[in-house]
């Protein structure tokens, strides 16, 4: 099914042997504290099957951004201990990124990771898309496989890429245009419509001749998606946007700044923040009517309240949606779990890049490195 892509059971008897895992702990945390763990307990089923069979687990994993040398803020202790509740046992190393060689892809990394290791599985789809030396590299030297999450992931994705139910409607959000224009092109071509709101709204309203006020703005975007409106396909803007006044701040009310609903074109010094209620509604009944539904990225700031009715409107649209909905990671996946709506979304990804790339792309790195496998059929 996944084409190639050996799976668990292709590693023959596990039992004795030493398995490194690929995980993608990347979990947000505050004050050293994981915030959400759902990356960890989404590796679980792949760690216990390997447990479960004999096989003495090696899980590793980066976290944030680490400039290629250790970094305190970014060690893995708070996912170790956590892990350790979890899946008793499982040894889980440094973070990866402490190294050069990771991000680099370099061969001496490699070889330092699949040392003294009997096989390599790769679960940290929200990774995937990455060609770093944790993700690529292994399967040239061990037996390697697709954990459990890895091939869900790309199981229900490339389903909803390749086989979509119509009407298909894809929203999108979140700041930038430039980040997601490879998957915009890709999605105007398979889409029924595409839904958009977010920071990213701004460009194509500009493109579209309005004034933006102090939003977010790509200038350098707005001649793409100036053609993108113009190219005939169904894409849908937001009528109304929720705005913050001259001297307010993102985060804190206390700051002052006035907060007003314009519609689509905003006066100087206001900042669009939020998709408007006439939109919210609009939208929600886009997304009632569709048969599938993919979500990435939010309708607004909706880490500050003042900001997050759009999202939240959205967010419960797609969960009343009795279409299939996917909901890419990152920002909306964390926004459909504040709202306590993830168990009413058929599908809430643990990858925010990797997912729009495997939709882009119909592939990612991760994927084509685990078919070179010396065990791939
Ligand atoms: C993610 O959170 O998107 C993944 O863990 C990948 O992280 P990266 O964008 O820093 O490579
Ligand atoms: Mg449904």
Known sequence: MLNGVPQLEDLGDVSGRRVLVRC????PTADGEITDDLRIRAALPTLSWLQERGATVTACSHLGRPKG???PKYSLDPVRNRLAELAPGVELLENLRFSAGETGN?????????AGQ??????????SH??????????????????????KEVEVLLAVRNEPRRPFISILGGSKVSDKLGVINALVEMVDALVIGGGMCFTFL???GHRVGSSLLEEDQVDSCRRLLEGGATIHLPSDITALGPGGKIGDPSAGGEVRQFGRDLPDGWMGLDIGPGTAA???????????????GPMGVFEDPRFGAGTRTVAEAVADCRGFTVVGGGDSAAAVAQFDLADRIDHVSTGGGASLELIEQGDLPGLSALRGAPNAK
């Open 206 to 208: 500009a493109a579209m």
């Open 282 to 296: 609009e939208f929600s009944d886009v997304i009632a009517e569709a048969r599938q539904v993919l979500w990435n």
């Open 69 to 71: 040398a250790p970094d």
């Open 24 to 27: 993608d702990f990347n979990v």
């Open 106 to 114: 370099d061969p001496a990394f490699v070889a330092e990771l699949v």
């Open 130 to 151: 990455r060609a770093h030396a944790s993700i690529v590299g292994p399967p040239s030297f061990l037996p390697s496989a697709a954990g459990r999450l890895l091939e």
């Open 118 to 127: 009997d096989a390599y599985v790769n679960d940290a789809f929200g990774a």
